[in-house]
């Protein structure tokens, strides 16, 4: 099994480390990521600079792009083959409900299954790094189960996942989750620079408005870990026929002042 890693932490943080030591017991794998921090950056790729690639001493390769960026050029040249999993992670806090919408590491993640890869974003609970080793070693043998139950290499498919910061033993067993809801973001943050202009800092991500039994705040709340499949499709499915019939209405009114 070959496996493509990235993150949104950047290619020396520890997530991402302790994630490529603890893979390279089931599979081989390639370390493309981003040489800074790129959290929030969701899929953005980069069309109005060139994109460099260096060669860190532990064998990494780093990009001065945003996740997606690493993915892609990855999947269309750098790495000459095409893997059989695309991972990112693992991120220094958790990625549940709202926050998938703007993660770099599920945007990561995103862009191998756009390419018809299987993808996973691991993200850890809390901030900090506290019991990576145990996470990674959970999500090295999360891979391990689904390659031996024939899923990796088959029709893409995209998982969000979460892991407690908690000792390997004590991690209760995963369960299979929606995403929850945020509250709305806090209001932005203002203050004046050196030079007397107005700077904006974006507020801090709203509190946990869903966190309803099925959801991933509930099961990871209760030590477990959340395993969500995300979806790329934005279409209103459910609202079609709504909209179907508003469009008609438009179409009449629009009829009738062409008509006037």
Not at 25 to 40: F, I
Not at 92 to 109: E, F, H, K, L, Q
Not at 163 to 172: T, V
Not at 236 to 258: C, G, I
Request: aromatic share 8%.
């Amino acid at each position: 099994m070959k496996i493509l890693l990235s993150n949104d932490d950047g290619y020396q943080a520890s997530g991402i480390v302790a994630l490529h030591k603890a893979l390279q017991a089931v599979a081989d794998v390639e370390v493309v990521a981003p040489e800074h921090n790129n959290s929030a950056k969701s899929n953005a790729l980069t069309l109005n600079a060139p994109l460099y690639v260096h060669q860190a001493a532990n064998g990494f390769r780093y990009v001065n792009g945003t996740p997606a960026d690493c993915v892609h050029i990855a999947l269309t040249g750098l790495l000459g083959y095409r893997p059989d999993l695309v991972i990112s992670g693992i991120n220094n806090g958790a990625n549940m409900g709202d926050d998938t919408i703007y993660s770099g590491t599920v945007g990561a993640a995103m862009e191998g299954y756009l390419f018809g890869v299987p993808a996973i974003a691991f993200s850890q609970i809390d901030k900090g790094w506290a019991e990576i080793e145990s996470a990674a070693q959970y999500a090295a043998t999360l891979v391990r189960q689904f390659a031996q139950g024939g899923l990796v290499g088959e029709a893409p498919w995209l998982l969000n996942v979460n892991i407690p910061n908690l000792p390997l033993a004590q991690i209760k067993p995963f369960k299979l989750c929606r995403l929850g809801r945020r509250h709305s973001a806090e209001k932005v943050i203002t203050q004046l620079s050196p030079r007397g202009e107005t700077m904006y800092w974006i507020g801090n991500a709203g509190g946990v408005k869903d966190d309803a039994e099925g959801t991933d705040f509930h099961a990871t709340a209760q030590g477990h870990v959340s395993i969500t499949p995300l979806q790329v499709d934005l279409t209103d499915h459910q609202n079609l026929a709504y909209w179907s019939q508003t469009a008609a209405l438009l179409r009449q009114v629009d009829a009738q002042e062409a008509g006037a």
